[in-house]
């Protein structure tokens, strides 16, 4: 049997957590004002508006592309864990320095898009202590949930959509599966490099379990039918390619599809993504029916 090695409690979470935070972290670098301003202003320049949602008990940052009417769709894309940790510590911060979900979705054609960013990402007022555990320990929990569906339902209601297309990316494929698995409204799911079973992720690693967090997997039966595409990267060490193969053995998927990448867990997924795009997304949506 397996064992584990238990270390002194003060760093007990913290070797649980360090594995997992690394999945969207980022070199340390601008505060959060300057990094929402850059991005704003880069968002600016492919047609996204600055919005930001309250969403209690959080305030979450987002940018959106797309008119009252523009379309029946939503296409929502969900950033990674960001900057969670930083050589080796929980940050107070996880703002990411390159926002990886704003990279895929300024190349998506689609008329209506939500870049939504995660907990304590882009907002000065929601750093230290008080928020940490919502981008370690409970990053995934019940209440990130909810308020990432509530900030969906705003965005989809000013534009007026009827169904959503989800896109994570890392830990943000794993809240898209969450969404996906509690909502009536999604069509379409994908995740890039995606966190898809946190029980068995750290199970593989011996790491303690991520007890305040959901698990994505728990309840894959009910996104058996749903159109799905999960992206993985074949020199990923971060989430490795069995994540998506295990997954795929949780439930009896009829829409299921595995697309390997010669990348890793940040390296070109940008540069990837249209070519992606084109082969697998677009022609999903297109098979939903009006």
């Not at 209506?112 to 960013?117: K, N, P």
């Not at 379409?188 to 303690?208: I, K, M, P």
Request: aromatic share 8%; proline share 9%; hydrophobic share 40%.
């Amino acid at each position: 049997m397996r064992r584990f090695h238990r270390p002194p409690q003060a760093a007990l979470l913290l070797l649980a957590l360090l594995p997992a935070l690394l999945a969207g972290c980022q070199p340390a670098g601008r505060n959060q004002s300057s990094a929402w301003a850059n991005l704003t202003a880069r968002g600016a320049g492919y047609d996204f508006q600055p919005l930001v949602f309250n969403a209690p008990p959080f305030t979450l940052s987002g940018l959106l592309r797309g008119q009252p009417g523009a379309s029946p769709d939503l296409v929502v894309y969900l950033e990674g864990d960001g900057r969670g940790v930083v050589r080796g510590h929980v940050t107070q911060d996880p703002t990411p320095n390159r926002a990886m979900g704003f990279e895929l979705a300024r190349s998506d054609p689609a008329p209506a898009i939500l870049y939504l960013a995660r907990v304590g990402q882009f907002q000065p007022g929601q750093t230290g202590p008080a928020y940490q555990e919502y981008w370690s320990n409970k990053r995934l929990s019940e209440e990130v949930v909810r308020a990432a569906s509530q900030a969906i339902d705003e965005a989809k209601s000013q534009i007026g959509a009827r169904r959503l297309h989800l896109i994570g990316y890392s830990g943000g494929g794993g809240l898209a599966v969450l969404l996906a698995e509690r909502r009536s409204d999604v069509a379409t799911l994908a995740t890039v490099a995606g966190l898809l079973d946190t029980q068995w992720w750290v199970r593989e690693n011996n790491f303690q379990p991520l007890t305040g967090s959901l698990n994505p997997a728990d309840q894959a039966a009910l996104i058996a039918t749903l159109p799905q595409v999960h992206f993985f990267g074949a020199e990923d060490a971060i989430i490795p390619p069995a994540m998506s193969a295990r997954f795929q053995t949780l439930a009896p998927f009829t829409r299921f599809q595995r697309a390997q990448q010669a990348t890793n867990h940040w390296k070109a997924w940008p540069d990837l993504w249209p070519a992606l795009l084109s082969q697998h997304l677009l022609p999903l949506r297109g098979q939903v029916t009006p």
